[in-house]
């Protein structure tokens, strides 16, 4: 086994467990940082005084917003599954869980969004596979 097939290896365990390296960890990050921070939202919108809980949930919503262009971009950073590295393409459809933060708080652009971006990736792997089987014929 040569050198660079040990690092691709090492670098596939590690994007498969924890948080990995380099855009699986940025896209893992992205989502545990935005899906749970709902909680905390929610109890700033409690405290804080009426006439400034619209606008906690507007800079909530735009950071919904902000995490999934995060994941377009990685996507179009790495467009082909084959340029990709190890377990991007799992990464890259979790995006569809800010569905649930955006379920909980009633935004219907993050409700459409997220289930859309999953479906997305998810039929251009198969496209892309499907593709590939049928270039090898």
Known sequence: ??????QRIVEAEAAR???GTGPNRRLRLTLIIGMPLFLPVLGIMILVP???MNDVLYVY???IVGCLLHYVWVFAKYPRYAGRPPYLTRDLAMGGGFFL???FFGFWPGMIAAPAWALFVGVAYAVEVTR???DHR
């Open 50 to 52: 009426k006439s400034l």
């Open 101 to 103: 933060p955006s379920l």
């Open 61 to 63: 919503e735009a950071g």
């Open 17 to 19: 467990t924890g948080l």
């Open 132 to 134: 590939g089987r049928n």
């Open 1 to 6: 086994m040569d050198l660079n097939s040990a």
